[in-house]
């Protein structure tokens, strides 16, 4: 399967999720808008959400990954199938004693992240929801091993599909669930943590046969004998050895999102609940083309260094970083220059009021202006990754925590939210470029001839672009068309329509062949 279609394949399917996620967040934000109890289960969520970002998407992915792919290559797959057993051995019981000591610390770790939620009954329902769903840290963790082990098999259809299941459990959770709670006298927003459990679950159930079809389904060693003896596998001891570095990388990530999530409970009641929604929607551009990609490339970058292949290592990244460009940059310029008719779009209706539309969108333009960074990072870090460097992109992630909160001293008093995440989106474009600057400086990255005039003809297209979207935004009282639905969902498709023809018909008078940058 070639690059552009596992690409493809992964995006597509990512899209599937990210519009069922979306159809999610319309479903609560107009149930129960946006409050303490909302900041509550965001918190609540965030935190098995920390942990997945840390053990399972995170260091855990970006260190096993790259020694399976290696494994695979220099030593055979029967070697492989082991190292598989007695990764999944180790995880497993790491993970239950994690799930263990997670629901008995809820109460710490939501004062940990949000000791600004002030309310009594926000608190509580805080804690009571985490433990309830810090599990789903344990199930997402197996889930992540499952997808590592696919995607290095290049089946990258059944990872990137799974998760419409979690957004199909929430989405009947708060349809179904909630008002049944309701009318018991329970508070509705309980029903999601259920959502969230059974997601986790089904999740996980659906990689086992895409596993066992390929005879790679591991066997977990439940007796003493067989912990340790997966524990002293050179393999495990290696991907454990660059988990270390992976794990400080991923988790300066997540305390900077600890630490903004705690600043966001002591502002305004709903800040937390603004900054999660603008960040759903960030989520569709960064998945979209960023995930899609660093799944994709990671394996085969991998490949290419333990076959000692630099070019075709080298002619990777350069594809992948000419996609990024490509899209990442006209989906910077709508949100910048459409932020509040896309909420507005969006959410504005039932629970969450017209002053909700503008904080979200004051959100998401500060993380638009960091887009192209975030989608970037996830093409650049894995060209690190696959050479098994975990601590070049932990020191400049250590870096960037630092200049992200010297940025949050300055910008939150004068933006409060929109500050933590304008912040956040600053950050990302010095952590990219940081990353850049690495690969170019060590070789390993040559870039292809070709690339300024290649950036002139993006840039010149997107200005076209963002004239249109700033007279869109102009032309029309959004928030306004509140009472006309369908009118603004029409008028909305049309503009987005008319954005897609004066982008890429510009790029095509500008003489860019499309087709033949995404086959190359």
Same mark, same amino acid.
């Given at each position: 399967?070639? @690059?552009?279609?596992?690409?493809?394949?992964?995006?597509?399917?990512?899209?599937?999720?990210?519009?069922?996620?979306?159809?999610?967040?319309?479903?609560? #934000?107009?149930?129960?808008?946006?409050?303490?109890?909302?900041?509550?289960?965001?918190?609540?969520?965030?935190?098995?959400?920390?942990?997945? &970002?840390?053990?399972?998407?995170?260091?855990?992915?970006?260190?096993?990954?790259?020694?399976?792919?290696? =494994?695979?290559?220099?030593?055979?797959?029967?070697?492989?199938?082991?190292?598989?057993?007695?990764?999944?051995?180790?995880?497993?019981?790491?993970?239950?004693?994690?799930?263990?000591?997670?629901?008995?610390?809820?109460?710490? *770790?939501?004062?940990?992240?949000?000791?600004? @939620?002030?309310?009594?009954?926000?608190?509580?329902?805080?804690?009571?929801?985490? &433990?309830? /769903?810090?599990?789903?840290?344990?199930?997402?963790?197996?889930?992540?091993?499952?997808?590592?082990?696919?995607? =290095?098999?290049?089946?990258?259809?059944?990872?990137?599909?799974?998760?419409? $299941?979690?957004?199909?459990?929430?989405?009947?959770?708060? %349809?179904?669930?909630?008002?049944?709670?309701? &009318?018991?006298?329970?508070?509705?927003?309980?029903?999601?943590?259920?959502?969230? /459990?059974?997601?986790?679950?089904?999740?996980?159930?659906?990689? @086992?046969?895409?596993?066992?079809?390929?005879?790679?389904?591991?066997?977990?060693?439940?007796?003493?004998?067989?912990?340790?003896?997966?524990?002293?596998?050179?393999?495990?001891?290696?991907?454990?050895?660059?988990?270390?570095?992976?794990?400080?990388?991923?988790?300066?990530?997540?305390?900077?999102?600890?630490?903004?999530?705690?600043?966001?409970?002591?502002?305004?009641?709903?800040?937390?609940?603004?900054?999660?929604?603008?960040?759903?929607?960030?989520?569709?551009?960064? #998945?979209?083309?960023?995930?899609?990609?660093?799944?994709? $490339?990671?394996?085969?970058?991998?490949?290419?260094?333990?076959?000692?292949?630099?070019?075709?290592?080298?002619?990777?990244?350069?594809?992948?970083?000419?996609?990024?460009?490509?899209?990442?940059?006209?989906?910077?310029?709508?949100?910048?220059?459409?932020?509040?008719? *896309?909420?507005? =779009? $969006?959410?504005?209706?039932?629970?969450?009021?017209?002053?909700?539309?503008?904080?979200?969108? %004051?959100?998401?333009?500060?993380?638009?202006?960091?887009?192209?960074?975030?989608?970037?990072?996830?093409?650049?870090?894995?060209?690190?990754?696959?050479?098994?460097?975990?601590?070049?992109?932990?020191?400049?992630?250590?870096?960037?925590?630092?200049?992200?909160?010297?940025?949050?001293?300055?910008?939150?008093?004068?933006? +409060?939210? #929109?500050?933590?995440?304008?912040?956040?989106?600053? +950050?990302?474009?010095?952590?990219?470029?940081?990353?850049?600057?690495?690969?170019?400086? &060590?070789?390993?990255?040559?870039?292809?001839?070709?690339?300024?005039?290649? !950036?002139?003809?993006?840039?010149?297209?997107?200005?076209? @672009? !963002?004239?249109?979207?700033?007279?869109?935004?102009?032309?029309?009282?959004?928030?306004?068309?509140?009472?006309?639905?369908?009118?603004?969902?029409?008028? /909305?498709?049309? /503009?987005?329509?008319?954005?897609?023809?004066?982008?890429?018909?510009?790029?095509?008078?500008?003489?860019?062949? *499309?087709?033949?940058?995404?086959?190359?």
């Amino acid at each position: 399967m070639s @690059l552009l279609k596992s690409a493809s394949t992964v995006s597509l399917l990512t899209l599937a999720s990210r519009v069922t996620g979306l159809v999610r967040d319309l479903i609560m #934000a107009s149930m129960f808008g946006a409050n303490a109890l909302t900041d509550a289960f965001n918190v609540a969520f965030r935190i098995p959400n920390l942990f997945r &970002r840390l053990f399972a998407e995170g260091a855990f992915s970006q260190a096993f990954v790259p020694v399976l792919a290696t =494994t695979k290559t220099q030593e055979g797959e029967e070697r492989t199938r082991a190292l598989i057993g007695n990764v999944a051995t180790v995880l497993f019981w790491v993970l239950l004693l994690t799930c263990v000591v997670g629901v008995a610390g809820a109460p710490v *770790l939501v004062w940990l992240l949000a000791s600004g @939620l002030n309310s009594g009954h926000a608190h509580e329902a805080a804690v009571w929801m985490t &433990r309830w /769903m810090f599990p789903y840290i344990g199930f997402m963790s197996m889930v992540a091993l499952c997808a590592g082990v696919l995607n =290095t098999w290049r089946k990258f259809a059944v990872p990137a599909a799974t998760p419409v $299941l979690l957004n199909i459990c929430m989405i009947a959770a708060a %349809l179904l669930l909630a008002p049944w709670l309701e &009318r018991k006298g329970v508070e509705p927003i309980y029903a999601m943590a259920a959502g969230v /459990m059974l997601g986790g679950v089904l999740q996980l159930g659906v990689q @086992l046969p895409a596993l066992k079809k390929l005879g790679l389904l591991p066997r977990i060693g439940m007796s003493p004998a067989a912990v340790q003896a997966a524990w002293n596998d050179g393999g495990v001891r290696r991907i454990l050895s660059l988990m270390a570095p992976a794990l400080l990388g991923v988790g300066v990530a997540q305390v900077s999102l600890m630490i903004n999530t705690q600043i966001a409970s002591y502002l305004t009641p709903g800040s937390v609940t603004w900054l999660f929604y603008a960040d759903r929607l960030m989520e569709f551009p960064t #998945a979209l083309l960023g995930v899609a990609l660093g799944v994709v $490339l990671t394996p085969q970058l991998a490949s290419a260094k333990a076959a000692g292949d630099a070019q075709r290592y080298s002619n990777m990244l350069d594809w992948g970083l000419r996609l990024v460009v490509l899209l990442a940059v006209p989906c910077a310029v709508g949100l910048l220059a459409f932020a509040e008719p *896309l909420v507005a =779009t $969006l959410f504005h209706r039932g629970a969450l009021h017209s002053q909700d539309v503008s904080n979200i969108a %004051l959100a998401l333009i500060g993380y638009g202006a960091g887009l192209v960074g975030l989608v970037a990072i996830k093409v650049l870090a894995p060209g690190y990754f696959a050479s098994q460097d975990m601590k070049t992109p932990v020191k400049i992630a250590v870096a960037v925590l630092a200049l992200t909160q010297i940025l949050n001293v300055v910008l939150v008093p004068w933006m +409060a939210h #929109a500050g933590l995440a304008l912040s956040i989106g600053l +950050a990302a474009l010095v952590n990219a470029t940081w990353l850049l600057i690495g690969l170019l400086r &060590r070789g390993a990255y040559q870039p292809a001839a070709g690339w300024f005039k290649y !950036a002139v003809q993006v840039a010149a297209a997107s200005a076209l @672009l !963002a004239a249109f979207l700033i007279w869109g935004a102009q032309q029309w009282d959004w928030k306004a068309l509140q009472a006309h639905e369908w009118q603004r969902a029409g008028l /909305m498709a049309l /503009m987005l329509a008319g954005s897609a023809v004066i982008y890429f018909g510009a790029l095509r008078a500008s003489g860019v062949k *499309l087709r033949g940058l995404l086959r190359r």
